[in-house]
């Protein structure tokens, strides 16, 4: 069983809908909760991150943590075609566990 | 607004040759991280480096690879003798505390001939 899996996507969606993403992950202790977005050939730059179950807003993207099912999601509303992008789920177990774990990512394209 | 840097942003070397890749962490930042991603795959932990020494290190991470911390300023990543499959993009990250957000630098594109 995969650590971190996603959607494998692609996933295209019309410009002002909601994209919706997900990310399961396999370690049930694990405490912190990442998302990324990556273009092409660019680096991960962090968008939302979630330790606590629920949701969490910023701007127009949520992020939503359901630790019972080892779930987290992020939704991404009114898309624009700059968030045309690759989006990163990653995982971080805590208790002395230092590293990101990575799911392989959902392609995000948005249709103008 | 502070960020990781690296230098240099591609790296071309022979097979066998030996390769320093160098970051900038943020400046307060005290966990210092290096990933790799090989084109078209997901990104992979290399290494953890924390108050001066390695805390944590993936199966990649052989005799091959060391980081350093030279002065108060760098982190770097060494590759003794690459081989083709160490190709790929190598970033560097830092954090304010273990479960805190990691945040990249741009990356080093490495190309093993």
């Known amino acids: 069983q995969k650590e971190v899996e996603q959607n494998s996507g692609p996933l295209s969606v019309p410009e002002g809908a909601i994209a919706s993403l997900n990310c399961t992950y396999s370690d049930r202790g694990s405490q912190s909760f990442f998302w990324y977005r990556q273009y092409s050939g660019k680096s991960p730059e962090l968008i939302m991150f979630i330790y606590s179950n629920g949701d969490k807003e910023d701007g127009r993207f949520t992020a939503q943590l359901n630790k019972a099912s080892q779930y987290v999601s992020l939704l991404i509303r009114d898309s624009q075609p700059s968030d045309s992008a690759t989006y990163l789920c990653?995982?971080?177990?805590?208790?002395?566990?230092?590293?990101?774990?990575f799911g392989a990512g959902t392609t995000v394209t948005v249709r103008a | 607004e502070p960020e990781v840097t690296q230098t240099p942003s591609h790296q071309v070397t022979q097979m066998g040759q030996e390769v320093i890749l160098r970051c900038v962490p943020i400046s307060n930042h005290l966990y210092f991280y290096w990933y790799r991603q090989i084109l078209g795959q997901k990104v992979e932990f290399l290494v953890s480096f924390y108050n001066n020494e390695i805390s944590e290190k993936s199966e990649i991470f052989d005799d091959q690879f060391s980081v350093e911390r030279p002065d108060g300023s760098n982190f770097t990543l060494k590759i003794r003798s690459t081989k083709l499959e160490d190709s790929a993009m190598y970033f560097c990250a830092s954090s304010g505390g273990i479960l805190n957000e990691q945040f990249f630098g741009p990356g080093t594109r490495l190309t093993v001939l």
């Open positions: 990653a995982v971080n177990k805590g208790l002395n566990d230092y590293k990101l774990s």
